[in-house]
């Protein structure tokens, strides 16, 4: 299982995607209004594009970080009590009933 940050140009950005491989299968989920713009051929981007190419980059790795610890939850069954809703009433008594 492997999840990794990738970049396909497109047009005039690029565009950055998640490459996931879990049990000999591939797929590619694509990180919707995340881009980056590309370098010049000569020269350097401006202070503003190279910052925007920064930020975007440590969202992206962050989000393939969160999509590895899901993959790694699920393949060992360890439930997501994030997406989980329960009544604080109800998490308090079975706390105390065992």
Partial sequence: MSVTLRQRESG???????????RGARKNEYLK??????SPEKGKLSKEKSDHNKET??????ARYQREIQLRNSNYNVKDISK?????????????QD
Avoid: C, T
Wanted: hydrophobic share 50%; no cysteine; glycine share 2%.
């Fill in 12 to 22: 005039n950005k690029i565009v950055l995607y998640l490459d996931i491989y879990v």
């Fill in 57 to 62: 980059l440590e969202i992206a790795e962050d």
């Fill in 84 to 96: 989980g809703r329960i009544r604080f009433m109800d998490y308090f008594d079975k706390l105390f």
């Fill in 33 to 38: 209004d995340l881009y980056l713009f590309p």
